[in-house]
Nanobody
């Protein structure tokens, strides 16, 4: 089970760190990813990190502002979000995947379908 936390209401320009804690299984053998879905919009890929943490990938809209990291010892993945914008407002979900890194990182194939587990989301609201 994956549980995202850390969301909240912040102002534009603020920072926020989301956490995704896994229970009942270890995330060590999974690539991990963050997605988000804004009201009325399709789910969007935000970031991914490889099993060992050496590889990362970001969606174009968050590059340079968001950083994904993982602590396998704590069975937790993080998303550090800086310079938040109102358009970052969304429910953020974490997910775990056994798929090839190319699929998870660059969406080669159906990235969403490649996720084996999804967590419950956490709402991030950025006011202008």
């Amino acid at each position: 089970q994956l549980q995202a936390s850390g969301g909240g209401l912040v102002q534009a320009g603020d920072s926020l760190r989301l956490s995704c804690a896994a229970s009942g299984r270890t995330i060590r053998s999974y690539s991990m990813a963050w997605f988000r879905q804004a009201p009325g919009k399709e789910r969007e890929f935000v970031a991914a990190i490889s099993r060992g943490g050496s590889g990362t990938s970001y969606g174009e809209s968050v590059k340079g502002r968001f950083t994904i990291s993982r602590d396998n010892a704590k069975n937790t993945v993080y998303l550090q979000m800086n310079s938040l914008k109102p358009e970052d407002t969304a429910v953020y979900y974490c997910a775990a995947s056994n798929a090839a890194w190319g699929t998870v990182a660059w969406g080669i194939g159906d990235r969403d379908s490649a996720m084996d587990y999804w967590g419950k989301g956490t709402l991030v609201t950025v006011s202008s």
